[in-house]
């Protein structure tokens, strides 16, 4: 079906485009009416006419067949009321769509998409978490519209470090590592390395003949450091499966993986007439980047030590991803103080002609993130916030909020319930600011049922559904007419009709923070509803239509919730 909006959008198009092709109506949902088209200010200055007299000649021109009612308002906006045939044809098909009216892609294509990314033998912070699930998010709503995703878990696998981690490992033992690992102490772990390393100086030395023994492929070395590897991603797992991440042990594709690409990267580049050397060190100058001074800023590809480094990698990554991967449009969900390094290395990538014109790549920014009082979030000795136990935390929360709501479930289905709301409230509260703000991790806040929160909208949703357990007799939404006799019965179906349109947003932004927005606002428009229009004391057909509207607004954000990442439970 097509969206309510595009219906008119279409319409408007089509006048407008007998003044100037193509000229955009600008329409947009408005309080003065369901819609306003905006676009007659600019055509009218690009014909040099006054716009009321621009208004009245394209109303004159414009065939809404009956879809809608035109006002023109002030200098010459057009106000367009929807007719309640149109409204009451919409939602029957809406009743009718499994996919409440989002059509898949007419063109699907490969999305590789670059997210999460932890650290090996590092614990993951709050901002992979960020990162993570609005990767995750967006993965959803990829493979929502059709299109084929491979998620590129680009996990930090390699470097100098490893020398010291793996002869911890070898001092510990294996048995002792994989224990320390296994119970998520990444960072434990890493810490004793390092200490060791800057307090014993046989111990530096074997790090760094260890490090030369990993990079000459040395046998026993690499089987050490897949153990470390290995331990290290089983862990994320089970982080990913604690907050219902899609995220697969196949989507890990480490820095590592490309090593053995790095030297083509070097000669290909040399031959394009692209490698400058620069203090020993092999660099690419892409025009426009400078320093503070003003001084052209390199790429350092090889460093002047023949060792070869993050941005090494990632152009080997962009080739991989579109000749090997055959991606059309490149995603990387990762934090703003990278943005120079993306930019860099994207630029480099089109130099080299490896990204051709047609393939978008982009890098999906986020923010910081910040604890309630508006600090970067760390523990109060400083360290970086353990991911799990924040989780675990979410999940007390949530399961405390439950008993003292009455709430008289089994143990096990409570507890799994409470799981629900601790991953809705977590994720939510990332994605409902928009990406490149930095957010805040509230954990009071965001667990609430009260309030712009994930578990709100859940409630919202449950409460729903409870309405159709009371019905006496089965039920079913074919067939109901949609008179919307009163206003906040309109409302919320305006609001139902806008999902698609959201839905499309959100994709084409990379802002699932939209999807966030539009459910919030739903809900709030359901609870005017409640407030005005009983349901199940209605009765016959009003009873019928009010029914519908719940269910489709149960159905509604469901799916929205489900786009985000977050569950949907029936009862709460
Ligand atoms: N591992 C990196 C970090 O923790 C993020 C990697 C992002 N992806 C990439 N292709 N560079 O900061």
Redesign the pocket.
Known sequence: MTSTYELLRGRLADAFDTFVPGADPVLRTSDHGDYQANGIMALAKQLGRAPRDVATELVARLDLGGLATVEIAGPGFLNLTLEPTLLSSQLRALVRDARLGVATSASPHTVVI??S???VA?EMHV??LR?TVIGDALARLYRFMGHTVIA?N???DWGTPFGMLIEHLVDLGEDATAATLSIGDLDGFYRAARAKFDADDTFKDRSRRRVVALQAGDEETGRLWRVLVEQSVRYFSAVYEKLDITLAPSDVVG?SYYNNMLEDVVRDLASAGLLVESDGARCVFAPGFTNREGEPLPLIVQKRDEGFG?AA??LA?VRDRVQQLHGDELL?V??AP?AQ??EMVFSVARLARWLPEQVRCEHVIFGNVLGADRKMFKTRSGTTVKLVSLIDEAVERADATLVARGNDMALDERRALATQIARAAVKYADLSTERQRDSVFDLDRMVSFEGDTGPYLQYAHARLRSIFRRLPSAWDSEGVEFVLAHEAERSLAMGLLGFSDVVHGALTTLQPHRLCVYLFDLAQRLTSFYEACPVLTSQGALRDERLALCELTARTLALGLSLLGIEAPDQM
């Open positions: 670059d997210y990314a932890p650290n590092k901002g992979h990162g590129r680009h996990v930090g820095e993050y990698t990632d990554a990387y990762v934090g990278q390094h993306f």
